[in-house]
């Protein structure tokens, strides 16, 4: 059987944590921060966990994290 491919893309924006969750950055924080507010954008520096419902498919995407 062949090796799997990793997602480039997605090995670039995924950590996996010490429990096995998978840690991502927050969008929302590129440009047009002017109208943005001081808590919002620090709000936004925070990692978050993936969501349930998307990490099967991340998993498959991520074989060897």
Known sequence: ?????TSRAAAKR???TGTGKL???KAYR??????KTTKNKRNLRKPAMTDSTNVTNMKKILPYL
Do not use: A
Request: aromatic letters at 6%; hydrophobic letters at 35%; zero cysteines.
């Open 1 to 5: 059987m062949p090796k799997m491919k």
């Open 14 to 16: 995924f950590k996996v």
């Open 23 to 25: 840690k991502r950055n």
């Open 30 to 35: 590129r440009h047009i921060l002017t109208k």
